[in-house]
């Protein structure tokens, strides 16, 4: 039988200050590597030190979230920041993560950037290779994950820099490969079901279906699953259950 290997990927550590989000100690659990928010759309240091600190202890791989200096929107309105500004904010909470992991005796394992920084990143190649040169500055060895088939992927390997092309369990697709906009009302899969056929489909065939029924080809390193949902948990042991019977290894990429 042939025996696959992916990753379980989930964005943490988003609370800020006295205000909750998700259920980090749970999700831990079920997912093998964890995308920690650096301060700038949401979490703060002491949020970063306590994540960081849960994943190691759960055997987590840690990766950096840089996202846009957006609070108030959470990180997903787009920004026209330029190229150096892209860096420049990308050094600042990568560089963050990789000194509070490293205080913890850990090792940074990722970047991953969050929100529209990422979907914007993924069809600009400017930002894409400020990104890229940024975690390259912080450590040659971090991987650099990125949506399948995006200027992300491509800017980093330009670079030298090992990637992860990440697809996504419970977001549809266009027909370009690009995941659809939050602003959609189909941007969500809602149905459990559903999502996990998706994610099969995307690690055993290396496609998947496009909103308009197009069959898009897509490669899976890591799989991302949100933790902010209202079956957040549930779904991710659901998924984990899933791909454990398909004897699919979970683990770090």
Same mark, same amino acid.
């Given at each position: 039988m ?9 964005d ?33 240091a ?22 846009? &200096? ?12 330029? &190229? ?10 990568? #560089? ?16 991953? &950037? ?46 030298g ?55 898009? #080809? ?13 079956h ?22």
């Open positions: 042939n025996i696959k290997q992916i990753d379980l990927n989930c943490m550590g988003e609370a800020f200050g006295s205000w909750p989000m998700g259920n980090d100690q749970k999700l831990m659990e079920a997912i093998s590597s964890a995308n920690i928010a650096c301060g700038f759309h949401a979490g703060d002491s949020i970063m030190r306590k994540t960081a600190q849960l994943a190691l202890e759960n055997g987590v791989a840690i990766g950096a979230h840089p996202g846009f &200096p957006d609070l108030q929107g959470f990180g997903r309105r787009n920004m026209q920041l330029s &190229p150096q500004e892209i860096y420049d904010i990308c050094v600042y909470q990568i #560089g963050a993560m990789f000194g509070t992991v490293r205080a913890l005796g850990g090792k940074l394992h990722h970047v991953k &950037p969050h929100g529209a920084l990422y979907n914007m990143a993924a069809k600009d190649i400017a930002l894409a290779k400020a990104i890229a040169e940024a975690t390259r500055a912080i450590h040659p060895e971090l991987i650099l994950y990125g949506l399948s088939g995006s200027h992300l992927i491509s800017e980093a390997e330009k670079l820099l090992r990637t992860a092309s990440e697809v996504f369990a419970d977001r549809t697709y266009q027909n370009d490969g690009s995941l659809t906009p939050r602003t959609h009302a189909n941007a969500m899969i809602e149905d459990t079901s559903l999502a996990v056929e998706q994610v099969i489909q995307m690690v055993e065939q290396k496609s998947v279906f496009a909103t308009d029924g197009t069959k898009v #080809g897509i490669k899976a390193d890591t799989i991302c699953v949100h933790g902010d949902g209202n957040a948990v549930e779904f991710a042991f659901t998924l984990r259950k899933e791909l454990l019977l398909r004897n699919i290894t979970i683990k770090p990429v």
